[in-house]
Nanobody, 117 residues
Framework: QVQLVESGGGLVQPGGSLRLSCAAS????????MGWYRQAPGKQRELVAL???????AYANSVKGRFTISRDNAQNTVYLQMNSLKPEDTAVYYC???????????WGKGTLVTVSS
C-alpha cells in the first residue's frame, strides 16, 4: 500500500502563487508515476499535471505556462508550483500515484485551494 499526503493549499488572491506538496510513503518502490488532479465544486475531477520518475511531464491545457510539476525522487515527494492563479483554479487538489500513468491506483485526501479577492 501507498499513502499520499498533500499539503500547501490555502486562500490566495488572483494572480498569486501557491506550492502544493505530496509526500508518498509505504510501498513507494512501485511508484513511477505521480500527478495532480483537481475537483471544483459541482464539477468532475480533472487532470492537472503528471510526472514520471524518468522525468516526462504532461499538463492540462488550462494550466500550461502557469503550473509546474516536479518531483524529488529521494524524498518521494511531488510538487505543484502554481503561478498566476485564477478564480477558476479554485478546487480541491488531489495527489495521485501509481506504477505507471495508466495504472495510478493511489489517491491522497486532497487539499483545498481557493483563489479569491
Amino acid at each position: 500500500q501507498v499513502q499520499l499526503v498533500e499539503s500547501g493549499g490555502g486562500l490566495v488572491q488572483p494572480g498569486g502563487s501557491l506550492r502544493l506538496s505530496c509526500a508518498a510513503s509505504g510501498s513507494i518502490i512501485s511508484i513511477n508515476a505521480m500527478g495532480w488532479y483537481r475537483q471544483a465544486p459541482g464539477k468532475q475531477r480533472e487532470l492537472v499535471a503528471l510526472i514520471h520518475k524518468g522525468g516526462s511531464t504532461a499538463y492540462a491545457n488550462s494550466v500550461k505556462g502557469r503550473f509546474t510539476i516536479s518531483r524529488d525522487n529521494a524524498q518521494n515527494t511531488v510538487y505543484l508550483q502554481m503561478n498566476s492563479l485564477k478564480p477558476e483554479d479554485t478546487a480541491v487538489y488531489y495527489c495521485r500515484a501509481g506504477r505507471e500513468f495508466y495504472a495510478m491506483d493511489y489517491w491522497g485526501k486532497g487539499t483545498l485551494v481557493t483563489v479569491s479577492s
